[in-house]
């Protein structure tokens, strides 16, 4: 019921406390946590089309990149230290798609979510990740706030 | 984390599959579960604005509280079998609004709850239960699917 976790994260707040509710449901039977960020590919084309001077696109992607992997690693370490076997994934997409991708792709138990990610201006303008994955997701999903 | 769960449920079949996370939750530390079920007032408002003839509203709201406390009954039972603390609730008012008032009150640590409920026509109407208190809880929610 609770044996594989899908933890999608922006690194934001209210997505690191969630870290707290995986390590607690261990004890209910969590043995994997697919650890999943995905870099939203509209957020750059936004930025390069508010931009006034042209913009390096491809360092800031690589920028990107490496601050996922970073944030990532250290999830990894966290995790890892609490006894559960780990898979990170970082994709670039569209979010709430690319987690309800690898939803299926891996075939999870339940999905483990901050409320509200970092991204105000997308989030304002899109509506909430947290919400669409919530409405969609086939699988139970837990909710964690602020 | 997951010490007092409240326990919405309008006794449909998504509502009872909750149980079962409830019951696994067990080993994460809950140790008591406030059972709350609210009778919608607007749907016997409507019933007695569609009926033709003149309908006995005061029977009918006698006949939802003895339905009500039939389920409640079972669910107590069989949760207290699982060896919880078992407060059980039944208001009357708007499903979203008493849940939310309830989850302050009992200051609960996390709301179960089913991702869709009994009542197809007021979900319609009015959109889900389920989506307005995961939109308005300040708890953390596990949305429980079909």
């Known amino acids: ?12 707040d209210v997505s690191k406390k969630a870290l707290e509710y995986i390590k607690k449901l261990k004890m209910a039977g969590t043995k994997e946590v697919i650890v999943l960020h995905v870099i939203d590919e509209r957020e750059i084309e936004h930025i390069s089309h508010l931009a006034d001077v042209s913009l390096d696109i491809k360092r800031l992607e690589k920028e990107r990149e490496e601050y996922a992997q970073k944030e990532m690693g250290a999830i990894e370490a966290e995790l890892k230290e609490s006894g559960f076997d780990i898979k990170t994934r970082i994709e670039k997409g569209i979010p709430f798609r690319d987690i309800l991708r690898v939803e299926e792709e891996e075939d999870i138990s339940v999905v483990v979510i901050g409320s509200h990610g970092k991204s105000c201006i997308n989030e304002m303008l899109l509506g909430s ?12 999903v837990l909710v964690v706030r602020r």
């Not at 019921?1 to 934001?12: A, C, G, H, N, R």
Request: without cysteine.
């Open 1 to 12: 019921m609770f044996e594989k976790i899908l933890y999608p994260t922006d690194f934001s």
């Open 129 to 140: 990740v947290s919400e669409k994955v919530i409405r969609k997701s086939n699988k139970p």
